[in-house]
T-cell receptor
């Protein structure tokens, strides 16, 4: 039972354009959402998060949008750079219950020159 | 501030053996979570320890166990290894107050032959 779903295993985007990574969740109790980035042979690193009381959070080139009614969130990277090529994991938790963090299967982003 | 340290980085074991992996969290972090990463399956939650108590558990068989020591260091043990246990095992530590991110180590690559 995948509570956090990333339906696109991979995505290719031209350098300089916008990358949009999507994530859906099924557990309506999730109230805290995170994005992680992972390079090969390294552990995931935290990118950006959003609480359910917000619908947008921005940090430099990275913006996360949350649509609670659709149980959908997305990560926008603008402009995309070669170093953004990595696997991106969407994650969620019932933060107010201090619960575990559940991850999606990841989307591999390729930034094309 | 030192990051999350996992040892060993690489491990090769024979089917039927048992293995112990170690994780030292970031100083001051009392929560340690373990994840298994296999191709196509993303990061699957194994368990979480907080102040030496297992607080959450994922859907893994009893062959997978763990513990946490008073200094917050954690160990994960897998007994009677199977070929399918070959994976990257990641440890993450966090403050585990409400809505906080987790910080990952580089992982232990376990190969079962």
């Amino acid at each position: 039972d995948q509570q956090v779903k990333q339906n696109s295993p991979s995505l290719s985007v031209q350098e300089g354009r916008i990358s949009i990574l999507n994530c859906d969740y099924t557990n309506s109790m999730f109230d805290y959402f995170l994005w992680y980035k992972k390079y090969p042979a390294e552990g995931p690193t935290f990118l950006i998060s959003i609480s359910s009381i917000k619908d947008k959070n921005e940090d430099g080139r990275f913006t996360v949008f949350l649509n609670k009614s659709a149980k959908h969130l997305s990560l926008h990277i603008v402009p995309s750079q070669p170093g953004d090529s990595a696997v991106y994991f969407c994650a969620a938790s019932e933060g107010n219950r201090d619960d575990k963090i559940i991850f999606g299967k990841g989307t591999r982003l390729h930034i094309l020159p | 501030k030192a990051g999350v340290t996992q040892t060993p980085r690489y491990l090769i074991k024979t089917r039927g053996q048992q293995v112990t992996l170690s994780c030292s969290p970031i100083s001051g972090h009392r929560s340690v979570s373990w994840y298994q990463q296999t191709p196509g399956q993303g990061l699957q939650f194994l368990f979480e320890y907080f102040s030496e108590t297992q607080r959450n558990k994922g859907n893994f068989p009893g062959r997978f166990s763990g513990r946490q020591f008073s200094n917050s260091r954690s160990e994960m043990n897998v007994s009677t290894l199977e070929l399918g246990d070959s994976a990257l095992y990641l440890c993450a530590s966090s403050l585990r107050t409400v809505n906080t991110e987790a910080f990952f180590g580089q992982g232990t690559r376990l190969t079962v032959v």
